[in-house]
């Protein structure tokens, strides 16, 4: 017999860009964000153009992403994350992520901006929204010569863990009034003597 | 004889996206700004991955832009522009611009955003940083039935022109007090009874 309400809340293959899309499609149609997936960079060679019908693109190369997957605005403020997805169950593996998303983020956080990693582990179907500001800890250990990975154990602790659910699918602005105040509470920790 | 002084701000055959890429990098070096292009949005149909060598995009077409070309952060504020070059000599034709793309900036301005077009008269080599809040208006008129252009004398009157330089090439951040002074203007006179 069929099982709705168990059934109701599964990935049903989805990636996790499909269900960011979805989230940011229900914010966007609600007046809640404007945050839109970026077009994936392409290095174009040649175009055919051929009469009467549209141009054609005959060969082209993936280049690197430069920045991050998403940004956009949400309640006056500049938001930028990048979303991955890991089949380990243990761990998550920092060579998923390149030194000039780093450097971005880096960047979006000296700015004023809200940066953050939103992590899929896709054989849990567990999601997190770990803020740049624990994540970057754990990637200056890397570079240090530490581990290359950060724990299941640590991102649960460092991240705010996401119920998937049906509209939106992933509601990962729920998580940022939190991460905010963190930092606010940080920063102001740090300017005492 | 070689004139350096009266070339030396010319715009040498460089594309606004030249331009305004070679600003941002500027900003961005500098730390005043992180605003970068999008990419291109394309439908990828075919991809050959030959044996030792990159995957190849064998066949894709242009998409039409759903979002404007740039967007950043700059002193904690979300920056969202359209850049627009016309050879016209008197007037910006709104053909140039995009339903998707005007329904994009409103989004962006509800969210308090800063949304603008950066548009170039090539045959003038004249620049201006024109707002969402001016812009709108004079869509409007042509949604109304009235003219699908906007006179250069109107845009003169509405925008922020930019002299082009050297460091950065346009400096266009440097509109942006103007306008964000003008909009509390405008809103705190809309409150006034
Ligand atoms: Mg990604
Ligand atoms: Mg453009």
Redesign the pocket.
């Known amino acids: 017999t069929a099982k709705p309400s168990s059934m109701s809340f599964s990935n049903r293959g989805k990636t996790l860009?499909d269900e960011l899309n979805d989230s940011n499609e229900y914010y966007n149609s609600r007046g809640i964000a404007v945050i839109h997936k970026k077009p994936v960079p392409i290095q174009i060679v040649n175009v055919r153009y051929p009469a009467r019908s549209a141009a054609v693109i005959t060969e082209a190369y993936f280049k690197t992403a430069s920045t991050t997957?998403y940004n956009g605005i949400w309640q006056g403020k500049y938001v930028d994350f990048?979303?991955?997805e890991t089949k380990n169950k243990t761990s998550f593996p920092l060579q998923n992520i390149h030194d000039h998303q780093v450097e971005h983020m880096s960047q979006i956080h000296a700015q004023g901006g809200i940066a953050f990693l939103i992590i899929r582990f896709s054989m849990l179907d567990r999601y997190f929204v770990l803020p740049f500001e624990k994540f970057i800890v754990k990637w200056t250990r890397m570079i240090n010569g530490g581990r290359k990975s950060i724990t299941l154990l640590e991102i649960e602790e460092l991240s705010v863990e996401l119920q998937p659910g049906y509209h939106p699918r992933l509601d990962y602005l729920r998580a940022l009034p939190d991460i905010i105040e963190q930092l606010t509470v940080e920063r102001t920790e740090r300017q005492e003597p």
């Open positions: 860009e997957d990048e979303a991955k």
